[in-house]
């Protein structure tokens, strides 16, 4: 496909997605369950329980108990870098770093197994390059639980995976324009984003936007459960990869939440065969998103094909719904994309004729 052939719909669609709502594409439907519905969406959860998508209590009990060790060792790193600074004992005493979780453990839909995504917010003079990266790492590598440590600083979005008492944990870190980091942080509050590079923005935006999935979807365990089915079958039908040009966690995540939103009153087994049925009529690159993509006076760059030449690219935009807005998927190829249609279709179909 010629690219200039795609600018007008995208920009069209884009801007239809800022300024009003209309068309198929964006259709409400109000149904519920009929009794059949019911059924079915009972075999459907038996069929994940029994395909072994959910994790065990103990293994719960674990991830908590390390998050909280992790939560206890940044807290400690902050303390001690504020000590060593020489500020005030009265800033040493309230110096803090908080700890949050994103991906697919803060959706509620990890597997057995699934990493830990934690993003980790500090003070501003608590930098990533050395403080993060070297110190806090060194205190790391230095405990007996830590295993597997890899620090990755030039990552698009700067990561260090490590594993704690065998739990795969990837740690971002965020140092924001604030001396003292308020235990009840309210990271979706676009205050957060003041004074900070690009970096920072992108680490902060992997919680801003799972905060925001759960915030449009309109009943989370619905949304779940949904979830959890469409990533297991896109594992099995090998469209689930962010590096091969597919789909990951937060894309597929997106595509779910929207159509949530198109039926809210459907229950999973329904939102499954409507998550074919929508992606199979949907006319690519229209964009999939849950809300309208606001600018902003801090001025980030957001996903907008009209203005930047480069988003026109994007065979597939699926956009972040926390500002600043971006396409999450714009690693999808032409090719790649006509696979996933393929691979809708035959949901499709399967869903059709199964009733
Ligand atoms: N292309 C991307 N655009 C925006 N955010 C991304 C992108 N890739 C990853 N992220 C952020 O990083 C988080 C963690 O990514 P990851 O690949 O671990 O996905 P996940 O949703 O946790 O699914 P999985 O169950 O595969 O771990 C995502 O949920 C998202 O917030
Ligand atoms: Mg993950």
Redesign the pocket.
């Known amino acids: 496909m010629v690219v200039g052939s795609q600018t007008p719909s995208v920009a069209a669609s884009a801007q239809s997605g800022n300024k009003r709502k209309g068309g198929a594409a964006n259709k409400v439907f109000l149904a519920g369950p009929s009794e059949a519905d019911l059924q079915r969406n009972a075999d459907l959860e038996k069929f994940l329980v029994d395909s072994g998508l959910y994790e065990t209590e103990e293994e719960a009990e674990k991830r908590q108990e390390v998050l909280g060790r992790i939560d206890q060792i940044v807290k400690a790193w902050v303390k001690q870098l504020t000590r060593l600074r020489g500020y005030t004992d009265q800033m040493v005493e309230e110096a803090n770093a908080v700890l949050f979780t994103?991906?697919?453990?803060r959706?509620g839909v990890?597997g057995p197994g699934?990493?830990v995504?934690t993003l980790c917010v500090g003070p501003s003079y608590v930098n990533r390059e050395e403080d993060f990266f070297i110190i806090l790492h060194d205190l790391l590598a230095d405990m007996e639980e830590v295993t597997e440590l890899q620090p990755v600083p030039d990552a698009h979005v700067p990561v260090m995976k490590f594993k704690f008492l065998g739990i795969s944990i990837?740690l971002l870190y965020a140092s924001i324009s604030l001396l003292v980091v308020p235990e009840e942080l309210d990271i979706s509050n676009e205050s957060v984003l003041h004074q900070v590079d690009e970096q920072t923005v992108r680490s902060l935006?992997?919680c801003r936007?799972?905060d925001q999935i759960l915030k449009h979807v309109p009943n989370v365990e619905h949304f779940r459960t949904a979830l959890r089915c469409l990533?297991f079958w896109a594992k099995r039908r090998g469209v689930y990869s962010?590096v091969t040009g597919f789909l990951?966690?937060?894309n597929w995540?997106l595509l779910v939440a929207r159509v949530c939103q198109l039926y809210p009153n459907a229950i999973p087994s329904m939102l499954v065969s409507r998550f074919f049925r929508v992606y199979t009529l949907w006319r690519w690159p229209n964009p999939v998103m849950l809300c309208p993509i606001e600018e902003d006076e801090l001025g980030f760059p957001v996903w907008d094909p009209r203005k930047n030449p480069r988003d026109r690219l994007h065979h597939m935009p699926i956009i972040?719904p926390a500002y600043p807005c971006?396409n999450?998927?714009y690693n999808v190829s032409i090719s790649t994309l006509r696979v996933m249609i393929e691979q809708f279709q035959f949901g499709n179909k399967t869903c059709e004729v199964s009733g």
Request: aromatic residues 8%; charged residues 15%; negative net charge.
């Open positions: 994103f991906g697919s453990y959706l990890h699934a990493d995504d990837d935006n992997g936007v799972a990533k962010n990951g966690g937060v995540a972040t971006m999450s998927s």
